[in-house]
Nanobody, 124 residues
Framework: QVQLVESGGGLVKPGGSLRLSCAASGFHPDLYAIGWFRQAPGKEREGVSCISSRDGSTTYADSVKGRFTTSKDNAKNTVYLQMNSLKPEDTAVYLC?????????????????WGQGTQVTVSS
């Protein structure tokens, strides 16, 4: 049974940092790419970043490029999202998903494999 559990969220001041974790179980780390998404109140869910299961390559939304970094530890089957220089507009519930990256490089989330999310609040 595939399970994804996010952790590491919290309240941080603008300019601060947080590191989120997505602990996966029920599948080999080479099987799925992992995508990070976020959803703010009243807004649609948006993709933040993803990391390939094949070569560990990463992609980022323009809004977080240069500030967020995604990495993985295959031994722990865990993916991390390091968030630096946080802004109030980064406030959202952050979720991870196990999916695939298509031939065009686009991430395709698997609708069955979502974590429960972790709240990130950036406020002074």
């Amino acid at each position: 049974q595939v399970q994804l559990v996010e952790s590491g969220g919290g309240l941080v001041k603008p300019g601060g940092s947080l590191r989120l974790s997505c602990a996966a179980s029920g599948f080999h780390p080479d099987l799925y790419a992992i995508g990070w998404f976020r959803q703010a109140p009243g807004k649609e869910r948006e993709g933040v970043s993803c990391i390939s299961s094949r070569d560990g390559s990463t992609t980022y939304a323009d809004s977080v490029k240069g500030r967020f970094t995604t990495s993985k530890d295959n031994a722990k089957n865990t993916v991390y999202l390091q968030m630096n220089s946080l802004k109030p507009e980064d406030t959202a519930v952050y979720l991870c998903n196990a999916g695939i990256i298509g031939s065009g490089g686009r991430y395709h989330p698997n609708p069955r494999y979502w974590g429960q999310g972790t709240q990130v609040t950036v406020s002074s």
